[in-house]
Structures are given as structure tokens and as C-alpha cells.
């Protein structure tokens, strides 16, 4: 089955941009989706196919997808950012096709 | 506004069973894939399940598989989850999450969660 590689951390100042990658053999050749999940909360979507960010997301956030890594980048991190975010893809040649990734915990230093 | 509300869960026994659902309200819910995505405590996201708009078409997760069934009563604008054989591992957060039409899912949005415990 399809597999999604996040690393578990990535910390970064306030106003620094973070960037959290997602590798994924050919993944540039498929759909990725990022949520963010902040504790005790529901997962929220903040950038689908690749890059379009949903009504309501901040334009800091923002996406990009090729060769074997997906990047979603939030620029001018702020506090309330600090979340777990999780990558997805839907591979539908799987009989199981829903992927996330393992998850990278974004900390605002 | 699209809201998914879950219910259903509680604390079951090891080798038992659990049906949960979740009502949707604010879109056509005939017309939209729906999942059921879980998070163990302290874990990530795991994709649990899938059904097409049209209740004909569905999918599982390999540690599901043949232990779960998703159904829907379009009718009732409801999505279901029979659990049955439930395991430690079963112990999560259970979602339910509106997709799309079948092809490059994506979940939004979600619902507030239904909580599993499996314990003796």
C-alpha cells in the first residue's frame, strides 16, 4: 500500500515560515490534501489538491506538489498555527485507498 | 453551513460490537462520498472507511476490513459504522467526514468525534 512519510517535527519562530513535507513515491502524480489538527479539536482542511486553500483558511498557508514530495509552507507563523498536520492522498488503485501520513507537530518557538 | 454530528460511542468490552452514526445537515447527502476516519490517543489519522453517494460502493482499511461495515440511509441523511470483534487497537476517536464524488477524497469537513473505548 501507498505510504506517506512526514517528519514527526518541525519547529520555527514566530514570523518565520515552516515548511512540512510529505514523500510519497510519484506523489507529485497524485491529489494532496493537508489538515491540521489542534488538540481536543476536529481535523481541519487547509490546503486540498495540492494547493487550494479552502474559504476561511489564511492565505499564509499554501501548497506544492512534484517528483516525490509534497510541501505544505505557512508563512508568517504565528502561535495559534502551533497544530499536528497530516498529509493525505486518496490512492485509487488500492483496495484501501484513504493515506495520511504519520503526522509532523508544528511548534511556534 | 454542513454539519456531521456523531453519536454511538461508549465503552464496550473486548470481542464486542458498536454501531455508530452520524446525522448530516447543510448539503445533499446523497450526492457526497462519506468516510469515517479514527485517531488512536496520542497516534495519527487512520482512514477507516468509505461509502459512495449512492451506498453501492464501498472500501475498508486493512485493520478493519471484515470487522466493520459503513452503510447509509440517504433518507435519513445518516452515515453508520457496525463494528463488531473490537479490540484494544479499536480504542479511538471515530469521525465521520463529508468526501467528494468517489475519486481523489479528500475529508471536509468533519465532525466533532465520537469516542471508542474498548476495555475490560
Known amino acids: 500500500s501507498y505510504v506517506l512519510t512526514q517528519p514527526p517535527s518541525v519547529s520555527v519562530a514566530p514570523g518565520q515560515t515552516a515548511r512540512i513535507t510529505c514523500g510519497g513515491n510519484?506523489?507529485?502524480?497524485?491529489?494532496v490534501h493537508w489538515y491540521q489538527r489542534k488538540p481536543g479539536q476536529a481535523p481541519v482542511l487547509v490546503i486540498s489538491?495540492?494547493?487550494d486553500r479552502p474559504s476561511g483558511i489564511p492565505e499564509r498557508f499554501s501548497g506544492s506538489n512534484s517528483g516525490n514530495t509534497a510541501t505544505l509552507t505557512i508563512s508568517r507563523v504565528e502561535a495559534g498555527d502551533e497544530a499536528d498536520y497530516y498529509c493525505?492522498?486518496?490512492?485509487?488503485?488500492?483496495?484501501?485507498?484513504?493515506?495520511f501520513g504519520g503526522g509532523t507537530k508544528l511548534t511556534v518557538l | 453551513e454542513v454539519q456531521l454530528v456523531e453519536s454511538g460511542g461508549g465503552v464496550v468490552q473486548p470481542g464486542g460490537s458498536l454501531r455508530l452514526s452520524c446525522a448530516a445537515s447543510?448539503?445533499?447527502?446523497?450526492?457526497?462520498?462519506m468516510h469515517w476516519v479514527r485517531q488512536v490517543p496520542g497516534k495519527g489519522l487512520e482512514w477507516v472507511s468509505f461509502?459512495?453517494?449512492?451506498?453501492?460502493?464501498?472500501k475498508y482499511g486493512d485493520s478493519v476490513k471484515g470487522r466493520f461495515t459503513i452503510s447509509r440511509d440517504n433518507s435519513k441523511n445518516s452515515l453508520y459504522l457496525q463494528m463488531i470483534s473490537l479490540g484494544s487497537e479499536d480504542t479511538a476517536m471515530y469521525y465521520c467526514?463529508?468526501?467528494?464524488?468517489?475519486?481523489?477524497?479528500?475529508?471536509?469537513?468533519w465532525g466533532q468525534g465520537t469516542l471508542v473505548t474498548v476495555s475490560s
Open positions: 493525505q492522498v486518496w490512492d485509487t488503485r488500492s483496495d484501501h485507498p484513504g493515506v
Open positions: 510519484k506523489i507529485g502524480s497524485k491529489s
Open positions: 467526514a463529508k468526501g467528494r464524488y468517489g475519486i481523489f477524497e479528500r475529508f471536509d469537513p
Open positions: 461509502v459512495s453517494g449512492d451506498g453501492t460502493t464501498t
Open positions: 489538491d495540492d494547493n
Open positions: 447543510g448539503f445533499t447527502f446523497e450526492n457526497y462520498a
